[in-house]
DNA sequence: TCTGGGGTCCTAGGACCC
DNA sequence: TCTGGGGTCCTAGGACCC
């Protein structure tokens, strides 16, 4: 029998019907990709089912009788071979479309549910949700209805963490997906005995803004728990994790939010296409032809959503000789130049883009990956006029928009820049693709 | 024995996230 | 043989200015 202290209330005793303010969830949709590919395959329920990167390099999502078989996560495609041949795993290449087609039906859901300015979307598979003022019981309660609502108006399962910070919710989230027969896909950690028993359950490597780099630093220094590094001094986090990046981390873990919900419609910082080769290249052309292609995309996304960018840098990778055993990152080389006024239209960021490969690219060695970043965003309603450039006449723009329609309504690449090329031996992979169902005609899902 | 100080802006790179 | 792509934020250090 647990001793309750006697100054509470008994109806407050563990905390739970006291009333909290600005609590957080988070939703997170289950092996979202697998589930994306599973909504088609109905044969594929509960089916060991994995969906690969982009170029086929490895596996980014799994659904949990995958998980069992032991595939881990991350790991290259080549690698987990074996496995997926000795239990059968079906395997599929990323689907984009698809994913992004489905991941607006659960935020449009969420939005719904929660009012659309209490919806933070972090990713394509997550949304914070910031709650009314409400007991930790009526949370749980909230937790669930978004559980059931979610997969029931898109078929897509969900798990929900709730806690008065974001660094909380993601812990609690992380519990709820971790055993979900027993938390039934939602965890609340609101009472400080709730946080002390998850935090002391959990090892750093597993919160929110720890990465490898830190979890090796930590752990050596013998900090190996939530609850661990939640008691360690502010002072100490400024010095050894990053200045405030560390101290932001150790209040949230108390309780104290720190990390507030963003509004949606903050501008974003850069826009950037890059692929990893097929097969590494060694000829100026086809890096030309692969900046060429990388900058059609960036342009098109850059339209897509109503920005014009200023800066335009391009990067690649060389090929290193020397293997080594351990799988690190490869040094980038990248050059960048900046534009007299921001733009959207492909042209004018192509010819810069394709005049930077030349001067990075070096004859005699080969790359394995190549990029195109756009930064110096500005929305479209209020780009800076420049008194010396005179102003470009709407027909860019408007080739540009006919461009993207046509693209998007027949399907993508059927007009292209001649840079571009049409050969395209450096293209990525992609073999194991299904069906873009939601949003081809051509591919929708049929019933016989 | 001695070599100014402090602010701002920019860039490269590290660390993290999904 | 084969190890993703698209982001953000932060810091350190150099250049420059007064």
Request: charged share 25%; hydrophobic share 35%.
């Amino acid at each position: 029998m647990q001793q309750q202290p006697e100054n509470i209330h008994p109806l407050q005793h563990n905390g739970r019907s006291h009333i909290y303010k600005g609590l957080k969830a988070i939703v997170d949709c289950n092996s979202f990709y697998c589930s994306c590919e599973r909504l088609f395959r109905p044969d594929l329920r509960s089916k060991p089912v994995v969906v690969l990167s982009n170029n086929d390099g490895c596996i980014v999502s799994r659904s949990d009788e995958a998980k069992q078989v032991g595939i881990d996560m991350a790991i290259p495609y080549f690698q987990a071979k074996n496995l997926i041949i000795k239990h059968n795993v079906s395997v599929f290449s990323s689907n984009y479309t698809l994913y992004g087609d489905l991941s607006w039906r659960v935020m449009e859901t969420l939005r719904i549910i929660a009012g659309k300015n209490n919806v933070e979307v972090y990713s394509v598979d997550e949304s914070f949700i910031i709650l009314p003022d409400m007991t930790a019981d009526e949370a749980t309660n909230y937790g669930f209805f978004i559980r059931y609502t979610v997969e029931q108006w898109t078929g897509i399962s969900v798990s929900v963490g709730i806690a008065p910070t974001k660094t909380l919710a993601k812990a609690a989230n992380y519990i709820a997906k971790k055993n979900k027969l027993v938390s039934q896909c939602v965890t609340t950690l609101i009472t400080p005995d709730e946080q002390r028993r998850a935090l002391q359950s959990i090892r750093v490597n597993h919160l929110w803004g720890v990465g490898k780099a830190y979890t090796d630093k930590l752990i050596n220094m013998g900090i190996t728990s939530g609850w661990d590094l939640r008691n360690m001094p502010e002072q100490w986090a400024n010095k050894q994790m990053g200045g405030v990046t560390g101290v932001r981390l150790i209040k949230e873990l108390r309780g104290e939010s720190c990390i507030e919900m963003q509004k949606q419609l903050d501008t974003k910082k850069m826009i950037s296409s890059t692929r990893m080769f097929g097969t590494p290249v060694n000829d100026i052309q086809s890096v030309r032809e692969a900046i060429a292609t990388y900058t059609s995309l960036a342009a098109q996304k850059l339209r897509r959503q109503r920005y014009s960018a200023r800066t335009i840098s391009i990067f690649m990778v060389p090929k290193e000789e020397n293997h080594t055993l351990d799988f690190h990152h490869d040094p980038i080389i990248s050059m960048r130049t900046t534009l007299p006024r921001a733009t959207s239209v492909t042209n004018e960021l192509m010819k810069p883009a394709l005049q930077l490969a030349e001067k990075l690219f070096e004859e005699g060695k080969s790359y394995k990956k190549a990029g195109v970043m756009l930064s110096g965003l500005e929305a479209d309603e209020c780009i800076q006029g420049n008194l010396f450039v005179p102003e470009s006449k709407n027909n860019g723009r408007f080739l540009m928009d006919m461009m993207d329609n046509i693209n998007f309504s027949m399907r993508n690449d059927i007009l292209k820049f001649a840079a571009s090329g049409t050969t395209r031996n450096w293209k990525m992979r992609q073999e194991l693709r299904s069906h873009r169902f939601t949003t081809r005609w051509e591919e929708l899902f049929e019933v016989s």
